[in-house]
């Protein structure tokens, strides 16, 4: 039943994520796809909160208006990313008894399909690819040390 909750929050939190993803600024567009474009660096002096909040909220408001409040929403969304990546280690540990030998653990293939699939749906979620590409990148260059250390330790 626990599970079932925590699924449940996890799925409800990344729906309203994505509603305050698609509610950004059009002006940052640009920024969404393979290669960032390049901005000179600016000279300007802003007015520090410059703009107005531009995050719309599952319930309706939006968000933020302090630095605070945006990052009390990071470490929420950071709360969830590790319940997930949790989750994750978990299927890449049942994966490990699948394999019959050690060269069956990694397969870069299907690590590149990964990080493809990741960086071709970012869009979808309206997140830069890049982050998408990278931080795929990242979670299969940790998974496979641990996938190597689980299948070791049947082997002792």
Known sequence: ???VGLKLMLFTALCAVLQLIQA???ATEKC???SLPDFPPSGDNRTIPWGQPSMRLSNGSTCCSSL????AGIDDIDAQLLALLSQRAAYVREATRFKATLDTVDVPSRDQEVIQGAEANATRYHLPQTIAREV???IIN???PFEDCVFN???E
Do not use: I, W
Not at 68 to 71: G, I
């Open 1 to 3: 039943m626990m599970v």
């Open 24 to 26: 950004s600024s059009h």
């Open 32 to 34: 969404y796809h393979k």
């Open 68 to 71: 605070d409040q945006v990052r």
């Open 136 to 138: 795929f990148t990242a």
């Open 142 to 144: 940790a998974s496979v």
């Open 153 to 155: 330790a049947f082997d």
